[in-house]
């Protein structure tokens, strides 16, 4: 993460997300419940980009309890259906 430009830290109470001012996240701590985006429960010690968003542009996130919160830049040809 040294070389990172991390904009934004959420804190949640077993886990961090730190948001790149490029879009990208990057996250560390209790998987429990999938509220690292990962696809699984495990714990991780040392920070994984999340590459759940490739290709969007994460421009905000925050932590809770046991859960996170994306928002996310929706393309201007984004068709809500």
């Not at 759940?52 to 932590?63: A, H, L, N, T, W």
């Amino acid at each position: 993460m040294e070389e990172k430009k991390v904009e934004h830290l959420a804190f949640g109470r077993s886990h961090v997300m730190a948001l790149e001012r490029s879009g990208q996240v990057h996250c560390w701590g209790d998987g429990k419940f999938g509220c690292l985006g990962l696809s699984d429960n495990k714990r991780r010690a040392a920070p994984v980009l999340l590459s759940y968003f490739e290709g969007q542009r994460v421009i905000d996130v925050s932590c809770g309890d046991q859960f996170t919160v994306f928002i996310v830049e929706v393309p201007e040809d984004f068709n809500f259906g």
